[in-house]
């Protein structure tokens, strides 16, 4: 399953990457967790140190064929660009990110390039992909949502987010890439208001005070085993992999 994380920015989309990696990984499963946002935020939420996290030099080339005129180096598969520089989290997941623009010292186009290819060429048995885009609809209109089997689209109900949401999803739909909304930091009745503005809600995670306090703390790491936003991504990622397989079994 490979899940593409977007919604307005400050709506929860990197916090919940961050859970549905955890709730993957608990499955017994390796997951690749990927930021395809400038902003190191996954890193942190992983617990990773974001100091040059960016690939190597020696993993990206100039390709005239490839996105932007960059991308993997010459005989270098996405599978090898995970095990060489993927930063390992855990025994299960494996991190890779473009970088903050420091790191990648601003050569934007040649870490992103090199990223989305690894994202959509990669394709190991008994793996999960969870990649955390950059908020809006830009990077979805841009194709980069193209590899997931399902994007969740996180939308808090104020006015401003079910806007925006309203143009991402629209952007999906015309890209073709299946789609799931997902409320987060709900409270009562937050489900139905955005139902009615949107359509079908796949999974509503609650607000969490203990997510709040972890991230203040820098890090989603610290999150409690009780926690009733981790419970509900637990039952997001049950969902989001019937919904997958439903979506499999239509298309053959």
């Not at 993997?72 to 991190?95: D, H, K, N, P, Q």
């Amino acid at each position: 399953m490979k899940l593409a994380i977007t919604g307005k920015g400050g709506a929860g989309k990197t916090a919940l990457a961050a859970l549905c990696t955890r709730v993957l990984a608990e499955r017994g499963r390796s997951v690749l967790a990927v930021d395809l946002d400038r902003s190191p935020g996954l890193a942190v939420s992983l617990g990773i140190d974001p100091v040059d996290i960016a690939l190597p030099d020696e993993a990206i080339e100039e390709r005239a064929d490839a996105l932007y005129g960059w991308g993997l180096a010459s005989g270098v598969t996405a599978a090898e660009a995970v095990a060489r520089f993927g930063t390992r989290v855990s025994e299960a997941v494996t991190f890779v990110g473009q970088g903050n623009i420091n790191s990648a010292r601003n050569h934007t186009k040649e870490y992103v390039s090199a990223v989305r290819a690894i994202v959509e060429e990669f394709d190991e048995p008994g793996w999960d992909v969870v990649v955390d885009l950059e908020a809006g609809p830009s990077t979805p209109f841009q194709g980069y949502a193209a590899f997931a089997s399902l994007a969740l689209v996180c939308i808090e109900a104020t006015p401003a987010s079910v806007f925006a949401a309203r143009r991402i999803i629209s952007t999906l739909d015309y890209t073709g890439t299946p789609t799931g909304i997902v409320v987060t930091k709900g409270r009562q009745g937050d489900a139905e208001w955005v139902a009615a503005e949107l359509g079908p809600v796949l999974a509503t995670i609650p607000f969490d005070v203990e997510v709040r306090t972890a991230e203040q703390q820098g890090s989603l790491t610290t999150l409690g085993d009780g926690s009733d936003a981790l419970h509900a991504v637990r039952l997001l990622c049950n969902v989001a992999e019937t919904t997958v397989r439903g979506d499999e079994m239509m298309a053959r």
